[in-house]
Nanobody, 123 residues
Framework: QVQLAESGGGLVQAGGSLRLSCAAS????????LGWFRQAPGKEREFVSA????????YYADSVKGRFTISRDNAKNLVYLQMTSLKPEDTAVYYC????????????????WGQGTQVTVSS
């Protein structure tokens, strides 16, 4: 059974930085993409970034490109989302997810989700 747990959320002023972590456990993780999504109140869950466990390909939403960086530590089964130049519109609950082999921008492509971590950016 694949399990995911996010950490690192919090309150930060606009222009600040946070690093989110996603700890993953379970079989055959290397076959999957790991994605970060976010969901603000009253809005749909949206794709933020993704990375393959067994390759160098990374993917970003246009809204975070150049500000967020996704990386992984395969030895520790950790995936990070370094967020810089944060804006109030980045405020949301951030989720990591895995289980996708294609269609990595769609929440429905992922079979496993963490519980989420709140990120609040004040203006």
């Amino acid at each position: 059974q694949v399990q995911l747990a996010e950490s690192g959320g919090g309150l930060v002023q606009a222009g600040g930085s946070l690093r989110l972590s996603c700890a993953a456990s379970g079989p055959t993780l290397t076959s999957y993409v790991l994605g970060w999504f976010r969901q603000a109140p009253g809005k749909e869950r949206e794709f933020v970034s993704a990375i393959r466990w067994n390759g160098d390909n990374t993917y970003y939403a246009d809204s975070v490109k150049g500000r967020f960086t996704i990386s992984r530590d395969n030895a520790k089964n950790l995936v990070y989302l370094q967020m810089t130049s944060l804006k109030p519109e980045d405020t949301a609950v951030y989720y990591c997810a895995t289980g996708a082999t294609y269609g990595y921008t769609r929440p429905t492509a992922y079979g496993y989700w963490g519980q989420g971590t709140q990120v609040t950016v004040s203006s």
